[in-house]
């Protein structure tokens, strides 16, 4: 039985004029899962996360959190989820500590004493005014709030960008202890390595318009073959499994999910001098997608 | 009713309001003390002798009425001190109410909230709207003050109510004309600066209206409505407030109302 999305965008788009922010993007996200959102800058990860939250109309299309419109139902929207903004600023002249009593308070799903138990553990000093705290302090204080709140459904947008390697190792352990409690985590960065290790599955966005989606048990079985001929000869055709990546004279690089009977058998066709197998990856698939679009 | 969030906009305003309404009260306390200094019978002199002074074209009241008690301690409802300070906090407040707080990154936080845009909004206002009467109230306590401090028998200070009632119909229409221009922008100096743009064109033409001979203009700005100093000395001071002040809150209602509905529409950007 297919499970139910927590949340999803249907053909969803957004225009300012002529600029097309996110452009018919269908995208589901589903219960237990960390979905991880690649893309250069402007590809559309903070509208579509936006659009999610009901800050932003869509221009086409729909965005919906359990069944819930996310842009006429906003308030409803908001008892299920979470929101971690991509610039951290707070509220200024408010301290740590009466940041999180007010934001815990004002959500009815807020938890307060575990906001502050997360606090403590990531040595966050609470009686320092917001404003007077480095944008690190002021994300994790954020992360301790964001995280706490009893909702199914967290939109994490670039969660670890101002943090040093141990918090970010904490927070991406934090991330996994959501998802192993059933919370749908969308997780956006730049930090490809982050991403991947963190992440059930992926969706690369480009110029607006989602490029991929896979999962990361599929990626990490993918394989890229370069195969060197001992002489130069062309595939008139490719078996189905097997896609070309890149062609050089006397050389492939070929993508396939594994490498399996048939493609061996099908290698064997060719005068391979030889063989390098390697695992494909998340950044070469990035790299992959944003470079094709590109050309 | 979300309490915890009126009370967090309650407390936004609680310094500057606080501010303010111990500032107008000491000024109206102090201007009435001066004014119980101030030999009103030389005023008399002049006016016997048919001297007229050269600013008398711009005093809302006639000067033989400045040179009573009553008339010089009404005319601090109009000195610039108090029109500033209400003025300041009123533009301080409304252009903080949707354009501040994206342009700072916290109007994000309390939206991801499962509270509504209106409900923000209602809270906003509703809370800015009291604090406004505070100020007012401020300044009609530090009057009432003086004047039983300073055992002025021939004033009365609720005769002057009606002028503090003008100033909240001021102050409102001037903080929803902030909350106007802040609904649908995205960063707050730019609406401090149209708002001052406005404020300043609308003042002068208050001020031609009256030294110049086109009294029309007074018809052009909203401080064509703002005459405390001239109501408390009529014969009915209540009816005329009543005329003068229902105009400046029916309008900034009106504004509200506008400003309320651009903002449930509004895209709220990422703050740049």
């Not at chain 1, 030889?274 to 070469?284: D, F, K, P, R, Y």
């Not at chain 2, 906009?9 to 003390?33: K, P, Q």
């Not at chain 2, 949707?98 to 939206?111: F, I, N, Y």
């Amino acid at each position: 039985m297919t499970p139910t999305p927590i949340a999803c965008a249907d053909k969803l788009s957004k225009f300012y004029g002529p600029t097309r922010a996110v452009e018919d993007c269908t995208l589901e996200v589903y219960p237990g899962e960390v979905l991880g959102l690649l893309g250069p800058n402007g590809a559309g990860k903070t509208t579509l996360l936006r659009l999610w939250m009901g800050f932003l109309r869509p221009s086409g299309g729909q965005a919906r959190v359990q069944g819930l419109d996310c842009w006429t139902q906003r308030r409803q929207v908001h008892q299920r989820l979470a929101y971690l903004p991509g610039e951290v600023r707070l509220f200024g002249p408010m301290t740590g500590k009466a940041v999180l009593e007010l934001l815990s308070g004002l959500h009815p799903r807020g938890r307060l004493s575990l906001a502050l138990h997360l606090a403590q553990m990531w040595q966050l000093d609470l009686t320092v005014r917001v404003d007077r705290a480095s944008s690190g302090m002021r994300q994790k204080l954020a992360l301790a709030y964001v995280c706490s709140v009893d909702v199914p459904l967290v939109l994490l947008d670039e969660p670890t960008s101002s943090l040093d390697p141990d918090a970010r190792a904490e927070v991406l352990q934090y991330v996994r202890h959501l998802r192993d409690q059933g919370r749908a985590v969308v997780f956006s960065s730049h930090v490809l390595s982050e991403v991947e290790r963190v992440s059930d599955r992926v969706a690369i966005l480009h110029q607006g318009r989602l490029r991929c989606v896979e999962t990361v048990e599929r990626l990490r079985r993918r394989r890229l073959l370069v195969v060197r001929l001992q002489e130069e000869a062309f595939p008139d055709r490719l078996p189905e499994q097997v896609r070309l990546v890149r062609q050089e004279p006397g050389c492939w690089h070929l993508e396939v999910p594994q490498v399996d009977r048939q493609v061996l058998n099908w290698l064997a066709q060719w005068p391979v001098q030889h063989l390098e197998v390697s695992s494909l990856g998340l950044e070469e698939l990035y790299h992959r997608v944003v470079e094709d679009r590109k050309r | 009713m979300n309490w915890r969030l009126w009370w967090y906009c309650w407390t936004r305003h609680a310094g500057s309001g606080t501010a303010s309404v111990g500032v107008l009260a000491v000024f109206h306390f102090l201007f009435v003390w001066m004014t119980s200094l101030v030999d009103l019978g030389y005023l008399g002199v002049f006016l016997r002798l048919g001297i007229r002074l050269p600013l008398q074209g711009i005093l809302p009241i006639p000067l033989e009425q400045v040179a009573t008690p009553q008339g010089m301690i009404s005319l601090t409802w109009m000195d610039a001190v108090v029109v500033l300070v209400v003025s300041a906090w009123a533009v301080a407040r409304g252009s903080d109410v949707v354009s501040g707080p994206l342009d700072r990154g916290e109007l994000e936080w309390l939206l991801a909230l499962p509270v509504s845009r209106l409900e923000y909004f209602a809270a906003q206002v509703g809370t800015a709207l009291v604090w406004l009467g505070k100020l007012a109230l401020g300044g009609w306590l530090g009057t009432a003050l003086g004047v039983w401090w300073f055992e002025f028998s021939e004033v009365s200070a609720l005769a002057l109510a009606p002028a503090a009632l003008n100033l909240w119909g001021l102050s409102t229409l001037v903080y929803a004309l902030a909350v106007g221009f802040s609904a649908p922008g995205r960063y707050r100096r730019r609406t401090l600066g149209a708002v001052a743009a406005v404020y300043v064109v609308q003042l002068i033409l208050k001020v031609l209206a009256r030294m110049s001979p086109w009294k029309w203009l007074a018809w052009t700005t909203f401080f064509g409505l703002f005459e405390p100093a001239w109501m408390v000395h009529q014969a009915q001071p209540w009816k005329e407030c009543a005329v003068y002040t229902v105009p400046l809150v029916l309008g900034a209602g009106v504004l509200l109302v506008w400003s309320g509905w651009v903002f449930v529409r509004r895209d709220l950007p990422a703050p740049a």
